[in-house]
């Protein structure tokens, strides 16, 4: 592979010295974890010349990436880098071109992989460094089948072959950002944006008080920022991650509500598709024209908004604004989503209204500001890693304005404007918002303080299901260091028309939970029937 440094590429700012720290660790052959980023901070280009180092020594590289469609924009960026491809490994590519992969690895003829998690398996004939893109990003726990997280195990390859590993993000995993505030990983922190950017100016918009008329969700404020914007010439972003055209739709007679008949949600209106659909399950069907309860006609009405119903009143409030909804829904390909930033990029879009698909990874020139429509959305569920995961989106949205031409300015409309995560975000204090968080997870002994563990019982039959739960519980192995809380039922407790229960196993970070596990299991009765039970160690999700 023959590298070579793009002829307009010049480091700036802070990039320098973060360069010549990662290049001097690759040649030291330095065993060590590097942490590295700030958002538009230019940490590709950054990492890049440690790839590029790394290369130079004979060594091979491997930079995972957490989505395709991320990747798909990231080959376009290292082949202007560095003046050819690299290779891929990721569940699109074809059987012939995961076997020529392969072989290339193994032989040594692949100086450079780019993929998804499972690329960190494949038989390197001498690999030198690992750079995980995005490192706080769920996507890299493999859920089902074998559970990992991919970011750990390649913590884990990268101490077992002695060689560096850099964890890339903006807004990095509590778990990390501990990691690093004790010493055990260094930093390379990047205060400025690339090109000397300033970072967006931030407001919380206050729903309570300033909210939209009855019947919008975009309130005057965020629409007269939009129209501002838009008459400028610039690009706006309006953000809901909410797929569809509504969360439910209810009878305006007597308030049935449209449900999936395999699971315990609700089902989401989508217009273009004509269906009421289960994100669940799949299970879809055509809006009935009477109600199955009281057999009123014509009588559903939607409630709530998706991505699709903000089109409908964006196209209303911002008349002539050519518009474009980015959703994994809408995606018909790889290359149609690929064409839609290129077009996004481009300018030949005004508006654009996006779920998390453009929360991360994009560079849009003319972006200067971005509307977060309902800023507490990912803060009400129980996942103890809510507030974290809700930084670390809003943070990533937010970051897609005034990245390179004009001031960027970012609107949180937000039902609780004092939340530390709104606080933190208005401020632009990161600092303040993991400094709390951390106080929080190690006063109540949750990661990185703690480690926890769900086992998942699931069945076709309700009291059957509860009955094997409750007996597992019973012969937990007593320990005065272990919490066995459960079992409840899963906040969706039927999926699939399976009923589902679960445990959550709490214990300290030093623990033996892994031995604790098979002591239990070992002695618990076996599934039977339709009854499955899953152990995940150190769960991600818990739906």
Same mark, same amino acid.
């Given at each position: 592979m023959n590298f070579k440094l793009a002829a307009d590429y010049q480091p700036t700012g802070d990039q320098p010295q973060a360069i010549e720290r990662l290049v001097a660790s690759i040649a030291a052959g330095n065993k060590h974890q590097t942490l590295l980023g700030v958002t538009g901070s230019g940490k590709t280009e950054v990492y890049f010349e440690a790839v590029a180092e790394a290369v130079r020594r004979g060594k091979q590289v491997l930079i995972l990436m957490p989505e395709i469609a991320l990747t798909a924009q990231f080959l376009e960026r290292f082949t202007q880098r560095f003046g050819v491809p690299p290779a891929e490994w990721h569940s699109q590519i074809s059987p012939r071109k995961r076997a020529r992969c392969w072989a290339a690895v193994a *032989? /040594?003829?692949a100086p450079v992989v780019v993929g998804a998690? #499972? *690329?960190?398996?494949?038989?390197? *004939?001498?690999?030198?460094? !690992?750079?995980?893109?995005?490192?706080?990003?769920?996507?890299?726990?493999?859920?089902?089948g074998v559970r990992y997280h991919a970011r750990d195990m390649a913590v884990v390859r990268a101490r077992e072959n002695r !060689?560096?590993?850099?964890?890339a993000s903006a807004t990095p995993s509590v778990e990390s950002e501990v990691n690093a505030r004790r010493g055990r990983y260094a930093r390379v922190h990047l205060p400025e944006r690339f +090109? +000397?950017?300033?970072?967006? #100016?931030?407001?919380a918009i206050d729903l309570r008080r300033e909210g939209p008329p009855r019947g919008r969700f975009v309130s005057p404020r965020l629409a007269e920022a939009v129209k501002n914007t838009l008459e400028r010439g610039d690009q706006a972003l309006l953000f809901l991650n909410r797929r569809g055209f509504a969360p439910l739709t209810l009878c305006n007679s007597c308030g049935h509500r449209m449900a999936c008949q395999n699971c315990d949600a609700w089902l989401v209106d989508h217009r273009f598709r004509r269906?009421?659909?289960?994100?669940?399950?799949?299970? #879809?069907?055509?809006?009935?024209?009477?109600?199955?309860?009281?057999? *009123?006609? /014509? #009588?559903f009405v939607a409630v709530g908004p998706g991505v699709e119903r903000l089109e409908q009143e964006a196209a209303e409030l911002f008349p002539g604004a050519r518009i474009l909804v980015l959703s994994s829904d809408l995606v018909e390909s790889v290359e149609r989503l690929r064409q839609e930033l290129e077009d996004v990029a481009e300018g030949r879009f005004d508006l654009v209204i996006g779920t998390q698909l453009v929360a991360k990874g994009h560079h849009f020139p003319k972006l200067n500001l971005v509307g977060i429509v309902d800023a507490d959305l990912g803060l009400a569920n129980g996942d103890p890693r809510a507030a974290e995961r809700s930084f670390q989106m809003l943070h990533q949205v937010v970051g897609r304005a005034g990245r390179e031409e004009g001031r960027g300015y970012g609107f949180l409309q937000t039902h609780q404007p004092d939340h530390p995560v709104m606080k933190a975000l208005v401020a632009q204090d990161r600092d303040a918002f993991y400094t709390a968080e951390i106080e929080v997870r190690e006063k109540t002994g949750y990661p990185p303080f703690g480690r926890l563990a769900s086992l998942l019982v699931s069945g076709g039959d309700k009291h059957e299901t509860e009955s094997f739960a409750r007996k597992l519980a019973a012969i937990s192995p007593i320990d005065e260091q272990v919490k066995v809380l459960g079992p409840a039922e899963a906040p969706l407790a039927l999926v699939r028309g399976r009923f589902r229960y679960r445990l959550l196993v709490k214990a300290p970070r030093a623990y033996d939970l892994s031995a604790y596990l098979r002591d239990w299991l070992a002695a618990a009765p076996k599934t039977k029937g339709t009854l499955k039970l899953e152990v995940d160690v150190d769960p991600q999700s818990f739906f």
């Open positions: *032989a /040594n003829a998690r #499972s *690329a960190l398996f494949l038989p390197y *004939a001498d690999l030198g460094l !690992i750079i995980v893109d995005e490192e706080h990003d769920p996507a890299y726990k493999q859920e089902d !060689i560096p590993i850099v964890l +090109g +000397g950017q300033h970072l967006p #100016s931030v407001e269906r009421l659909v289960c994100h669940h399950c799949g299970f #879809s069907q055509p809006l009935p024209e009477q109600c199955p309860k009281c057999a *009123a006609k /014509n #009588s």
